[in-house]
């Protein structure tokens, strides 16, 4: 089916406006509290906002603005201060089941604040005692009793029915004041926060819509690097850049070159599309949505680009650096906030460091709400806490070496931990990642670490850890040279894997011979072997992508420079390959890895198709292309230096 897109729309956004009224110098101490932080900040069905505004206001400086101060004080006697925050809340679609304001205290009170709505024509750098917004209406709640060290959080649900401006304010009802951390505290887990959750809606129905093909692109050159089911089930993101120009259905992106994110329907109709850091040397790797609709792109960059939250930390742009960034968008693309990690290479005798390599290249979401990120690095870095290594004591005098990293986020960017796995003489590269339902990761690469269970370089292995990064176990495939490179949990704790192999390697009791062939197998819970497929026999394919439908099928996208790679289901192509391109294809196979589908997507350039599956077992692919593609013997030609081409496929068996 062919269809117009869509055009795109943006709600507008909600302006959340706390006044917070008096209680500072009470008998509490912060001193030596520790500060909470709880996994899943973002709130199920809704979201999290952080203050994008605040300050305090004090009765004995009249006239004077305290804007940027790191605490919001709150007191009445002997001096009345208050204070005001802002919040801006977009993309709430449904109805609220509950709204909290959340606020870090620093300094407890026997008797908190209550919170009333308030005006909210203020600003944060020109607010007053003498200039402060009114009180509105009876009191929502009362804070109680506030302990040093820890989170208050205050229901104002009566306040928030959705989208649209909201004000609000806390009063002091007692003589003992209290302080919180405020927006301009050093902590980002510790600014202040409004969490919205919604109400359950009726589960979707998981009809599976008409088989379509739709042709995106324009006369610049558009790319798609990742793809991504969204909160519904139904609709997908897409992650990827442009040069020249963009065109991913929506608005038209000019500019030399920009980072862009999409959002589709289930029909593959355009809803949004957002273009960041236009100009500079930017690129997504992964990306993932949580069941709020927000998003989280990791990817590589260079120079200081600013993705829409301010100038990530400079990464120097000479060859072989590179910084990564992790941002987080809302439901309609939005930044919220970004975060520059860089890696460093151990300085010289002079005390001279120089920037390193570091690449995410995945991130996914555990089922508490944090984030997961994996990918390798050189050097040193610090992820929040500690330095991590990827050559600990200098063993090779190699500096290109590279380990494999590992770190988990809290949903507000904070960092929970990292840890790293030094590789050998050659190293390690990491390509696959995955969470399960219990909350397990999976990691999946190449490598000749011995700590990952490699006893030659570029062997293919894959890992389980807990979700606090405790290691259960590492299984390499020595004798193997290749890479796993997408993984997907299945049932019971076992995980399926793709990618490709060559060489000579022991699975189930049997050996393998391999020549740069497909891989797909599974491996049980304990890391007990479970079943393998080698596929080709001719050489040159590779398996990059990996789906699961709920019914346990497996979906493998990848490409091949041979048209008679035969998958399961006979030769792939009618023609043959020209050397320099590839045929790209989709494979399907049940829980036991018996082929049921196969088929070509087309022959194009050098590059990888995204995939996604839908619950209900459809594929949707991407392939880009320069020139023309012919998926299922229909030809569609470029518009420019590159377009993209959307399918969603309905696969049968091969009988």
């Known amino acids: 089916m062919r269809g117009k897109w869509k055009a795109g729309w943006r709600e507008a956004g909600v302006v959340a406006v706390l006044a917070l009224l008096p209680h500072c110098g009470g008998s509490t101490s912060s001193q030596g509290a520790e500060p909470m932080v ?48 802002r919040f801006q809340v977009k993309g709430v679609q449904g109805r609220v089941k509950r709204a909290t304001l959340r606020l870090f205290v620093t300094n407890g009170s026997e008797d908190g604040p209550v919170v009333h709505r308030v005006d909210a024509r203020w600003k944060e750098d020109e607010v007053t005692y003498d200039r402060q917004p009114a009180p509105l209406g009876t009191p929502l709640a009362d804070a109680g009793a506030l302990r040093a060290g820890s989170w208050t959080e205050l229901d104002v649900t009566q306040a928030v029915t959705g989208n649209g401006d909201l004000n609000l304010g806390l009063y002091s009802t007692g003589v003992d004041g209290s302080d919180f951390s405020s927006r301009e505290d050093s902590n980002p887990a510790l600014h202040p926060r409004l969490v919205v959750e919604l109400e359950t809606a009726s589960p979707r129905p998981q009809a599976p819509a008409p088989d379509w093909v739709l042709h995106r692109g324009g006369h610049g050159d558009e790319q798609v690097r990742v793809m991504a089911t969204a909160e519904n089930g139904l609709d997908f993101l897409v992650a990827g850049a442009f040069t020249g120009s963009g065109d991913f259905g929506g608005e038209v992106f000019l500019g030399e070159r920009g980072l862009v994110v999409a959002r589709y329907g289930a029909d593959g109709a355009h809803q949004w599309s957002r273009a960041y850091a236009v ?138 931990w990292s840890l790293a796995f030094p590789g050998g003489d050659s ?89 740069e062939d497909v891989l797909l197998g599974t491996l049980h819970s304990t890391a007990a072997e479970g079943w393998v497929r080698v596929l080709g026999e001719r050489g040159a394919a590779r398996a990059h992508t990996l789906g699961l439908s709920s019914a346990g099928e497996l979906f493998i996208g990848g490409w091949t420079r041979d048209e008679r790679l035969d998958l399961g289901g006979g030769a792939l192509g009618k023609s043959s390959v020209p050397r320099g391109d590839v045929l790209h294809f989709l494979a399907r196979y049940d829980a036991s890895g018996a082929h049921l589908d196969s088929q070509a997507l087309g022959i194009t350039g050098p590059g990888n198709v995204a995939l996604q599956v839908t619950p209900g077992g459809q594929a949707r692919v991407c392939i880009p292309f320069e020139a023309s593609v012919a998926p299922e013997d229909t030809m569609y030609t470029s518009r420019g230096e590159g377009d993209l081409l959307f399918l969603q496929l309905t696969s049968e068996p091969r009988r």
């Open 38 to 85: 709880r996994q899943g900040d973002s709130a199920a069905g809704g979201g999290t906002f952080v203050a994008v505004a605040d300050a305090q206001v004090d009765s004995s400086r009249p006239s004077m603005n305290l804007g940027a101060e790191e605490q919001l004080c709150v007191d009445r006697s002997p001096t009345e201060y208050r204070a005001f925050l």
């Open 279 to 416: 100009g500079e040397q930017v690129g997504a790797t992964g990306l993932a949505v949580a069941d709020s609709g927000e998003a989280w792109l990791v990817g590589t960059y260079q120079g200081a680009p600013d993705l829409g939250t301010g100038a990530l930390p400079r990464i120097d742009e000479t060859p072989g650096t590179a910084g990564f960034f992790l941002l987080k968008l809302s439901p309609d693309g939005e930044p919220l906030w970004s975060k520059g990690f860089r890696a460093e290479h151990t300085p010289s005798a002079s005390g001279v460091s120089r920037t390193a390599m570091v690449r995410a290249q995945a991130v996914v979401i555990d089922p508490q709400g944090s984030l997961v990120v994996t990918g390798h690095f050189q050097g040193e870095m610090g992820l929040g806490r500690g330095r991590l290594f990827a050559d600990p004591g200098n063993r090779t005098r190699d500096a290109t070496v590279t380990a494999l990293f590992l770190a988990k986020f809290h949903a507000n960017g904070a960092h929970a």
């Open 427 to 515: 190293g390690t590269r990491v390509e696959a990642l995955a969470t399960d339902g219990s909350g397990f990761i999976y990691v999946g690469g190449d490598t000749d670490s011995s700590l990952l269970g490699a006893t030659a370089p570029r062997t293919p292995f894959l890992g389980k850890l807990s979700a606090n990064g405790t290691p259960q176990w590492f299984r390499a495939l020595n004798g193997a040279r290749g890479s796993v490179r997408a993984l997907a949990p299945l049932a019971q704790g076992d995980v399926a894997f793709a990618g490709d192999v060559s060489g000579t390697f022991s699975f189930g009791g049997e050996q393998h011979d391999a020549s």
